[in-house]
């Protein structure tokens, strides 16, 4: 099989620049990389838009979805040339459920008590909510064990998810008909570790990697989410 292009979903609160350090790796050993800016707006509005971009590319795709971006490519990955799904401390949804509803399985992490809302405008609508991080608790809740002036970067230019997403269920689960890995980031303040483990554990995936990291793992352990990366596409191969 040719190999894949790997295309990496960032999540809530995050954008494309949240994969920047697996993104260099992963270039610099020649793969095909696209990192795409996710809308943030509605499960199935944000996997339309990923699944238009994974149509338009010629060949075979991976889809790497990170947080929010593994419910993402949950549903974006039945695109006909996805060969396989990477969760990495992502949501691996089941057909009809909800953000919300998986976590609301588990006890809530340290995420739940330091959110913020605020409204933003709708065309035509009334006011969406968007939902972001506690600035002054984005460091210790989402990137912990990332180097503080990162972190502090990274906590001022958070894209927010709206609202809707956290209820909107899942129109399929790629997981279903595609292989997948998984990792779990076992010291995540963001997502209960349980969450991710149910999740990957229910979708039957062919290998799952625990990391003593946090959730922002991507900056944390660029090495190990770059090896489970290209360990896929070898297997796949």
Do not use: C
Not at 95 to 105: D, F, N
């Amino acid at each position: 099989m040719t190999s894949p292009t790997i295309v990496l979903v960032h999540g809530a609160f995050a954008d494309s620049a949240s994969f920047a350090p697996v993104t260099r790796l992963l270039l610099d050993r020649g793969f095909t990389v696209r990192v795409p800016a996710v809308p943030n707006r509605s499960l199935s509005g944000d996997a339309a838009v990923i699944r238009a971009l994974v149509e338009q590319i010629d060949g075979p795709v991976l889809l790497v979805g990170h947080s929010y971006g593994g419910a993402v490519i949950t549903v974006a990955g039945v695109a006909e040339n996805v060969v396989g799904l990477v969760y990495v401390a992502g949501y691996a949804l089941e057909e009809g459920e909800s953000l919300a509803q998986l976590q609301g399985g588990f006890p809530d992490s340290d995420l739940a008590q330091n959110l913020v809302y605020a409204p933003y405008p709708v065309p035509g609508a009334e006011d969406g909510t968007d939902v972001s991080v506690v600035v002054e608790s984005f460091p210790d809740v989402f990137a912990a064990g990332v180097d503080m002036s990162t972190a502090e970067v990274l906590a001022v230019s958070q894209r927010p998810l709206s609202a809707v997403a956290f209820g909107e269920p899942a129109s399929v689960a790629a997981w279903r008909t595609k292989p997948g890995w998984g990792i779990v980031s076992a010291a995540d303040h963001t997502i209960n570790p349980d969450v991710e483990r149910f999740g990957y554990e229910r979708a039957g995936l062919r290998s799952v990697t625990e990391l003593d990291a946090p959730h922002l793992v991507m900056h944390s352990h660029p090495a190990e989410v770059t090896e489970v990366i290209t360990d896929a596409i070898a297997q796949l191969g």
